[in-house]
């Protein structure tokens, strides 16, 4: 963020030094340059914008499955892929798998719907490569829940569609303890759980 921060100051002065040289020398061309200037300006400043937006939401989620330990083991694919979700929750209530979006606010509402549908289908296909590796681990009695986290974008509250829970980061937490109401998988068994994904 702080690289992003320094261009921004140094287009700021160039754009500002190029108007003002073009007021003296009177050289229209120089007004060009800094028009562009500013275009660039924008371009690189929504980059920013997006980037700490990102970053923040990344840190709620993940400051949310902190909240979540000991009792649930988490385990961070988020950097990898491979039709994993970004991050798997092991708990007493079960297999939890979290996808994200970075689907921003600004978005306009149709494509973000096109946005959000295309992140639930990856939800929905992370989920599956957890069952189909759940069945031949612990057994298909074991229940897999799938979320997917909005991380730029506010949620509506408890929308659920074709088994993907949609959430904001703020509520991940308290949406995932109210899964372990019901004991499944002790300690052990989550252990060696955990263990077989990883190792998957």
Same mark, same amino acid.
């Given at each position: 963020?702080?690289?992003?921060? %320094?261009? =921004?100051?140094?287009?700021?002065?160039?754009?500002?030094?190029?108007?003002?040289?073009?007021?003296? &020398?009177?050289?229209?061309?120089?007004?060009?340059?800094? @028009?562009?200037?500013?275009?660039?300006?924008?371009?690189?400043? /929504?980059?920013?914008?997006?980037? *700490?937006?990102?970053?923040?939401? =990344?840190?709620?989620?993940?400051?949310?499955?902190?909240?979540?330990?000991?009792? *649930?083991? $988490?385990?961070? *694919?988020?950097?990898?892929?491979?039709?994993?979700?970004?991050?798997?929750?092991?708990?007493?209530?079960?297999?939890?798998?979290?996808s994200l979006d970075e689907t921003p606010q600004s978005t306009w509402a149709r494509i973000a719907r096109g946005r959000?549908?295309?992140?639930?289908?990856?939800?929905e296909a992370a989920a599956r490569w957890l069952r189909e590796r759940t069945g031949t681990v612990a057994g298909p009695? $074991?229940?897999?829940? /799938?979320?997917?986290?909005? %991380?730029?974008?506010?949620?509506?509250?408890?929308? /659920?569609?074709?088994?993907? @829970?949609?959430?904001?980061?703020? /509520?991940?937490?308290?949406?995932?303890?109210?899964?372990?109401?019901?004991?499944?998988?002790?300690?052990?068994?989550?252990?060696?759980? &955990?263990r077989a994904f990883r190792s998957a």
């Amino acid at each position: 963020m702080r690289r992003y921060v %320094i261009v =921004l100051v140094l287009m700021a002065i160039m754009v500002g030094s190029l108007f003002r040289a073009s007021q003296q &020398t009177g050289a229209r061309l120089m007004n060009m340059f800094a @028009t562009i200037g500013i275009f660039l300006f924008g371009v690189v400043g /929504t980059l920013a914008l997006s980037r *700490w937006q990102s970053g923040e939401g =990344l840190k709620e989620v993940r400051a949310a499955l902190r909240s979540l330990e000991p009792d *649930w083991l $988490i385990t961070d *694919w988020a950097q990898q892929g491979g039709g994993r979700p970004d991050y798997l929750l092991v708990g007493p209530g079960g297999i939890v798998s979290v996808s994200l979006d970075e689907t921003p606010q600004s978005t306009w509402a149709r494509i973000a719907r096109g946005r959000v549908a295309r992140s639930r289908a990856r939800a929905e296909a992370a989920a599956r490569w957890l069952r189909e590796r759940t069945g031949t681990v612990a057994g298909p009695e $074991i229940p897999v829940s /799938t979320i997917l986290v909005l %991380i730029r974008r506010r949620a509506e509250e408890g929308f /659920t569609a074709g088994g993907v @829970t949609v959430l904001n980061a703020e /509520t991940l937490a308290d949406y995932v303890r109210a899964l372990g109401g019901q004991a499944v998988l002790d300690e052990r068994a989550r252990i060696q759980l &955990t263990r077989a994904f990883r190792s998957a």
